[in-house]
């Protein structure tokens, strides 16, 4: 996406990031970005310390699918870093609602009356979604999909909570 806006470098190398643009990907004072290159583009990312739990995250979700047969997924601020026990058919960014309860750091237990998807596509239902990080630093989140119109067990959503606690514990600075 192009937004037609030039920005120059000033005697410091620094640069302002259009509001639209800060707006849309929820970039306030303070958010960590990673600065990449990629030939002769400059990328900037939001940081997100999730990936270099790698091998935790994927643990959990692979032990919750196959032991607990809950599909589960770990989740950044606006994608999915790592699942299990459902197909996404490629799409990994995630839903505007998914998006904004990981911003505002709110947990959300599914009701017939207010479903959230975990993509656009509306394949996968959440069924449970627990925060990472705090209301000054969200991170992401732990997520349990729906499967087949069934609840998870209080224990199963205590082990999705717990897991969301370790990882916000885990990333403080």
């Not at 069924?127 to 998870?152: F, S």
């Amino acid at each position: 996406m192009t937004s037609g806006i030039i920005r120059k470098v000033d005697e410091l190398g620094r640069i302002v990031i259009p509001k639209e643009i800060r707006n849309i990907l929820h970039l306030k004072e303070d958010t960590p970005l990673e600065i990449s290159l990629s030939g002769r583009r400059i990328v900037l990312d939001v940081y997100s310390p999730i990936p270099e739990f790698k091998q935790l995250s994927e643990t959990f979700v692979r032990l919750m699918a196959r032991d607990l047969h809950l599909p589960a997924a770990i989740c950044s601020l606006d994608t999915i870093s790592y699942f299990n026990g459902f197909s996404l058919e490629g799409e990994r960014i995630l839903s505007q609602d998914t998006q904004e309860l990981i911003q505002q750091q709110h947990s959300y237990l599914y009701t017939r009356d207010h479903p959230v998807y975990l993509t656009d596509s509306r394949s996968c239902l959440i069924n449970a979604l627990y925060p990472i990080g705090n209301r000054k630093n969200p991170l992401g989140a732990v997520v349990l999909i729906r499967k087949q119109d069934t609840d998870p067990l209080s224990e199963h959503k205590g082990i999705a909570r717990m897991m969301a606690a370790i990882l916000t514990e885990l990333t403080k600075e």
